[in-house]
């Protein structure tokens, strides 16, 4: 299992005319026009998976106690 993070504010840092925003604007106009990115239902499952609990079978809670060095 591989579990990576990239650090966005590393990434950007230094880069004039403020990345971030300029990428807000870009995909707000392309949803704007109605089309679909790609990730948007990835970002919608994220959202709800913050809000609500996410079901887990036993094997893969024994998996995660098993990876963060939990007791059994």
Known sequence: MHIRHIDTEAFVAGRPGGPFARA?????????????LPSRRRFQARDQAERQDIPLIAGEIELLNRLSGAPA
């Open 24 to 36: 807000e604007s870009l995909f707000e106009a392309i949803l704007g026009q109605r089309a679909r």
